[in-house]
């Protein structure tokens, strides 16, 4: 069983489009979390929800809107596509707030065109 | 705002070399990770330090902690092709830039 699950894997779409990813994590873990890779390997946390509730929203355009509905569970929302947008964004758990290491997903690359 | 930095950012080595990855940080955090990234791959985690002065090593691997100095090190001994990849360091959720290794036959 994977630990930490998203999908879709490989999202590839038109500029001014709405994606979304999913993840679902089966550790029991309380938070969650999205992270956006760039294409120089960089690493940005972009949100975090503990219990279903956002604890952490990072300078992010309100394009993107996460969604919680239970703690096992935490999807990202894309409105309105740019180019700047695609990278492979990474959903990630961990036991606690700010502790415990971090178990990540697979990874979604997404390419705007 | 919390910055972790690490140095270098890239680094080649020969095989049967040994070298330290240096990551330095700006909070008073007790806790720092380090994980590991192969290309195309997700991360995963290498090791979790919890207090000052805490070492954890794994084959040729060793990574230290140092709190007051807000310092952590990765260093590789004897290094081989199989630890080609990239390393990144982590305090409170936040990442550093990462250290891309190549090593070299």
């Known amino acids: 069983d994977t630990a930490v699950s998203q999908t879709p894997k490989y999202l590839v779409t038109q500029m001014g489009n709405d994606k979304s990813i999913k993840c679902e994590q089966n550790?029991?873990?309380?938070?969650m979390y999205w992270y956006k890779q760039d294409s120089k390997k960089f690493l940005k946390i972009m949100f975090s929800y503990n219990n279903k509730e956002l604890i952490i929203n990072e300078t992010v355009p309100n394009r993107f809107s996460p969604k919680s509905p239970d703690k096992a569970h935490l999807n990202l929302h894309i409105n309105s596509l740019e180019l700047g947008d695609s990278a492979v964004y990474f959903c990630?758990?961990?036991?606690?707030?700010?502790?415990?290491?971090?178990?990540f997903g697979e990874g979604s690359r997404l390419t705007v065109l | 705002e919390l910055k972790v930095e690490q140095n270098p950012l890239f680094l080649s080595m020969q095989e049967g070399k040994n070298y330290t990855i240096y990551c330095n940080y700006s909070?008073?955090?007790?806790?720092l990770y380090w994980y590991r990234q192969d290309p195309g791959k997700s991360l995963e985690s290498l090791f979790v330090l919890l207090s000052n002065g805490a070492v954890k090593q794994e084959g040729r691997l060793m990574a230290s902690l140092d709190t007051k100095a807000r310092l952590s090190t990765l260093h590789i001994t004897a290094a081989v092709h199989d630890l080609s990849a990239t390393y990144f360091c982590a305090v409170d959720m936040r990442f550093g830039a990462g250290t891309r290794l190549t090593v070299k036959p």
């Open positions: 990630a758990s961990s036991q606690g707030v700010f502790t415990g290491e971090l178990f």
């Open positions: 909070t008073t955090s007790d806790r």
């Open positions: 550790l029991g873990h309380d938070t």
